[in-house]
């Protein structure tokens, strides 16, 4: 006998619904926030396996919400080389970041990079000695008496 069921004095074969098992291809990650009343940075950064053990190498992504405009502007950051020069006081990228932020939220960014260098999440070059080519030393692009 086959499964019915009636629907307004109608009597129907009731059909079951199977659906084939999906594998998913999930990507796992890490994440944290820092949240102002100006400025939102959420970083997120991707574990290279499902056991959640192993991290893409100085890999991260940063999403950026400015809070001060209507309709909030974003952009997402995942250059770490334009991260260490924020850190470093690079001129180049230090203008880069005000064109989207105040001095205040560059320095909050400066501060969130030195806690993810810290943690591991960044890697931290000392590039002081590093040569661009034969006997020309790497341009010095920090800001004057900033500091490192």
Request: aromatic share 10%; charged share 35%; glycine share 6%.
């Amino acid at each position: 006998m086959e499964d019915r069921i009636q629907v307004n004095g109608e009597w129907y074969v009731k059909e079951s619904i199977t659906t084939p098992p999906v594998k998913l291809d999930l990507t796992h990650f890490e994440g944290c926030v820092h949240e102002t009343d100006k400025y939102c940075f959420e970083v997120t950064r991707l574990y290279k396996d499902y056991d959640k053990v192993e991290f893409y190498s100085d890999c991260i992504d940063i999403k950026f919400t400015d809070k001060r405009t209507q309709p909030r502007k974003t952009d997402d950051w995942d250059n770490t080389s334009w991260l260490r020069g924020i850190y470093d006081n690079d001129r180049t990228s230090i203008n880069e970041a005000l064109e989207v932020m105040d001095m205040d939220g560059v320095t909050e960014l400066k501060a969130l990079v030195g806690e993810l260098i810290e943690r591991g999440w960044i890697k931290y070059y000392n590039c002081e000695n590093i040569n661009i080519g034969k006997g020309k030393p790497k341009p010095d692009h920090r800001i004057p008496d900033v500091g490192c």
